[in-house]
């Protein structure tokens, strides 16, 4: 009888600890999203999503974008299914991405916003070929 009431005890306390919004958004992050795992690419790419929603507001701005993320690790990350990333798709995929970073770091004021629109497409041709779940996350980048 102990146990239970430990376990509906323990149960209660974890639905009120993510009962906040701030909190709620916090424990989804410390939670895996697929239910295989996080893969070290699926991290990376959250990662890279959260940089380019900031580099997104740069441009909106007008300023040449600043780079946290090493998005070249998108070539030697592993996958959840490392036969993907081996493929040679993943790899055209992956290799128009880098072209797409190098031009948009390289870009004038003025090519800016048509760099990071076709850095944002790079990501979304991928997805539509490889993985479209993210799809609809990538929008929220144009």
């Not at 997104?56 to 040449?64: A, D």
């Amino acid at each position: 009888m102990n146990g239970k009431i430990t376990v509906i005890i323990l149960l209660l306390l974890s639905a009120i600890s993510c009962s906040t919004e701030e909190k709620k958004e916090a424990c989804a992050t410390l939670a895996p999203i697929n239910p295989n795992g996080d893969s070290e690419l699926a991290l990376l790419m959250r990662d890279m999503f959260d940089d380019a929603m900031r580099i997104k507001s740069q441009v909106k701005s007008g300023k040449k974008p600043t780079f946290q993320v090493q998005f070249e690790n998108i070539h030697s990350a592993e996958s959840t299914d490392p036969n993907d990333a081996k493929s040679d798709k993943f790899k055209v995929f992956a290799n128009s991405f880098s072209l797409a970073i190098g031009a948009l770091k390289d870009a004038s004021e003025d090519d800016l916003e048509q760099k990071y629109h076709a850095f944002v497409q790079s990501c979304m041709n991928c997805h539509q070929a490889m993985c479209p779940g993210p799809m609809t996350r990538i929008k929220k980048l144009f």
